[in-house]
């Protein structure tokens, strides 16, 4: 059983929704147990998906949107509900979540959402590109070129730390070159999910020691628990 609507009331205060959706197009993602969430009936998802929406009050003004994947994986009834939600509430800013593969069709989702302010959070993990292909099998390179575009388009990128493998020096690059290029980071500390990354619980007190004044950053959000936003399934 899981919870799918959460309000967000501390720094950036908003409503956030855990949609169902069609399979994650990339899916491979070594950390990633969150797939099992995805469905490929489509009925079944826009039922789940639409009472999830009856809850939203728009008393924000801000709604986010996550679903296991991309924005692009969410059915076309599903979009026409959360615009029709948007416009019903009153709502002026929609987050949603976008998997690099799409980097280039984002303005297919802010034409349909027109008038909206749209901010793209994205899954870069690390700026390591070894480590993130060779152990959270996330197979992109990031080049100087894309990551100027890269820092144009989304509004925030997700950042996994505290992982075997990982050193300090990396963590603390990450987060340099998060806060450099976006308006916003999420950083989530990575919690042991059954699937072969594992978590480095040293790296975890250090991280914690060094880095908690962060949760006062308005720029970051620091997730030490991957339940923090308050909405999972479990």
């Known amino acids: 059983m899981g919870i799918r609507y959460n309000k967000i009331?501390?720094?950036?205060?908003?409503?956030?929704?855990?949609?169902?959706s069609f399979p994650c197009k990339y899916g491979k993602c070594s950390f990633c147990n969150y797939i099992e969430d995805n469905s490929t009936s489509e009925e079944e998802i826009n039922s789940v998906n639409f009472e999830v929406l009856k809850e939203v009050t728009g008393e924000y003004g801000v709604l986010e949107v996550i679903n296991s994947g991309s924005v692009f994986e969410l059915p076309s009834d599903t979009l026409a509900e959360i615009k029709k939600v948007v416009k019903e509430k009153n709502i002026k800013t929609l987050y949603f979540e976008i998997y690099y593969g799409y980097i280039k069709r984002l303005n297919e989702i802010r034409e349909y959402f027109d008038g909206i302010e749209i901010r793209f959070r994205m899954g870069m993990e690390t700026?390591?590109?070894?480590?993130?292909?060779?152990?959270?099998?996330?197979?992109?390179?990031?080049?100087?070129?894309?990551?100027?575009l890269m820092s144009k388009e989304l509004y925030s990128v997700c950042l996994l730390v505290c992982t075997k493998g990982q050193t300090k020096e990396m963590i603390e690059k990450d987060i340099e070159m998060g806060l450099k290029y976006f308006k916003a980071i999420t950083i989530n500390i990575f919690i042991d999910n059954e699937t072969k990354v594992k978590r480095d619980n040293e790296l975890v007190k250090w991280f914690i020691s060094k880095y908690s004044h962060l949760t006062k950053d308005d720029r970051v959000e620091l997730l030490i628990d991957n339940k923090d936003l308050g909405v999972f399934e479990q």
Do not use: C, G
């Not at 501390?10 to 169902?20: N, P, S, T, Y």
């Not at 700026?127 to 100027?148: A, C, H, Q, T």
């Open 127 to 148: 700026f390591d590109d070894d480590f993130r292909i060779n152990s959270y099998n996330k197979n992109f390179r990031v080049s100087d070129e894309m990551l100027s």
């Open 9 to 20: 009331t501390d720094k950036h205060q908003r409503e956030i929704v855990l949609l169902k």
